[in-house]
C-alpha cells in the first residue's frame, strides 16, 4: 500500500475517533469528563491500522475531540492513554489472528486493554490533578466507557472490513 493510502486512511480514522467521541457525549459531573463511544474508533484504528498508524490516529484524533468539547485539559492525558490503547490492540490483535483466533475472540483482549489503560490512566490524571476522591469516582465511568467500546467495536470491525479498501489496508497495515 503507498504512503498517500496509508495517510489518508490515518486521517479517516482520526476523524472517525474525534466524531466518534463527540456526537454523543454523557457527562459524569463527578469526573468533570464524559462517557463517549470514541474508544470503538481508538480499537479499530489499531486493528485495522496497525501499531505506528493506528496509534497516532487514536491519540490524535481522541485529544480533538477533548479540546474541540471543552475538555481541553484532559487532551494530552487522553492523547497518551488513547495512543497506548491502539498500539495494545493492534498488537494484541495480531498476535491472536496469526495464531488462529477468530478476530471477533481476539477483540475481546483489545477491549480489554481499553478498559485497563482507560481507568488507570484516567485515575491518575484525576488523582495527579484532583485527589483520590475523584480519581476513585472516575473509575466505573471510565469501565462503563471501555465496555461499551469493545462491544461497539465487535459489532462495527466485520461491517468495517466487510468494505474491500479497508479489509486490504487491515491486512497491509498489520504486516508492517
Known sequence: MNQTKKLVYTALFTALCCVGTMVIQIP???????IHLGDAFVIL??????????SLAAGIGSAFADI???YAYYAPTTFIVKFM????????YKALTSHGVKELIAMIPCGLADILFVVA?????SYITEGIGPALLSVPSNAIQGCSGLIVAAILLPILTAVPD???AKLCMNHE
Open 28 to 34: 459524569t459531573p463527578a469526573t468533570h469528563g464524559y
Open 45 to 54: 484504528s489499531g486493528v485495522i491500522l496497525g501499531k505506528k498508524y493506528g
Open 68 to 70: 474541540f468539547s471543552g
Open 85 to 92: 490503547v491502539a498500539l495494545c490492540a493492534a498488537v494484541l
Open 121 to 125: 490512566g484516567y485515575f491518575l490524571h
Open 166 to 168: 479497508i479489509k486490504k
